[in-house]
């Protein structure tokens, strides 16, 4: 019996996102990513395999954040059975669908770890990392009542967890949610997104709908005049594209990105929240970081610059833009919830 093939065929598309063939986007894109072997990460979500821990210690746990911190991405444990490796392993994470009950329901997930697999045009090592999953979970064959550990999550403090999805394992009705991370430069980014002009939607990595992305051209940055021409590069035009399409979808959406935000609209989606990355690449260039050129605008922040762009864009009043609220974290949406919604800087907390 064989696993779908979707599953490899995921897993193969993934190659794609720093060797792209120059069919499928710009040859710009193949030369950008520098050159040693990025590391790639996988993460293969299963929804249809759920545990459940009936323990009311377990439940407990969504009063504990860093209790329920630590069980995203711990391994799991079957007696008998190959659930990690050095490559990959098996591991606990939380389901979106189910409102917080601590530690009660943990979803599978499998993580191919991208410290140590490495994405190499000549060595594509995700096939026979793929057949290995494959096998494994084969070997398994999970059904209710099986029991299942945690690492780090001792029986005896939290409880029993043992499979309660599926009652009776099925290969063809396996499905994963696969996302993946890897090193991608802002100036690729913006090649990605242009490309999306163009008919070709074989890249799996554009967005699904050119409605939801609005691409930041260097005449908009200079409108703003809020840095000097010469430093409005790819990378630059590309950080203020992403932004301004989570912006987009983000009112094209409107509550229904509550929970979930932009991201399930726009297939890349940064590991570093927008704050940081803004005065990594962007603050400098915007208050003087030369000691020879003059300082432009005072006090010009992000906030203030998504602003001007969505109001030459004609798509969001100030109003909604101050009202838009992405929750990134527990601890920024705990943040946001305790501020009042006067100010831009409290709404907009993944600025």
Known sequence: MKLPLNLFFLLLSTLSLLFLSVA????????????????????????????????????????????????????LIVKGKKTFTDQWKLTAEHSPTIDNDGLKNILYEWIILGEVVKLNKDKNQLPSIAEDIQQSLLDWNPKAGDKVSIDGFEEDKWGAWAVDQ??????????????????????????LFKAIDGNDRSNPFLPGGRKYVWIVDKNDIKKLDVMDDTDIDDN????????????????????????????????????????TMFKLYIKDKLDGGRKCRQKKKEDVNLFTIARDLAKKGNFI????????????????????????????????SWF
């Open 24 to 75: 499928a986007s710009p040859a710009s894109v193949i030369t950008r990513r520098g050159s040693d072997d990025p590391g790639i990460g996988v993460e293969l979500e299963w929804r249809g395999g759920v545990l459940l821990n009936p323990d009311q210690r377990a439940n407990d746990a969504k009063k504990n954040n860093d209790v329920l911190a630590k069980v995203k991405g711990s391994k």
């Open 166 to 191: 599926p009652k009776t394992f099925t290969a063809d009705a396996v499905t994963f949610g696969v996302q993946v991370t890897a090193p991608l430069p802002l100036s690729a980014v913006y090649d």
């Open 236 to 275: 630059v035009l590309g950080f203020f594209t992403l932004v301004m399409s989570y912006v987009k979808a983000a009112k094209m959406k409107g509550a229904s990105m509550k929970d979930n935000g932009p991201k399930q609209l726009i297939n890349i989606m940064p590991r570093t929240d927008f704050g």
């Open 317 to 348: 009043s100030e109003k909604e833009m101050n009202d838009l609220q992405f929750m990134w974290c527990p601890q920024i949406a705990e943040a946001t919830a305790a501020t009042t919604t006067s100010s831009p800087s409290a709404n907009l």
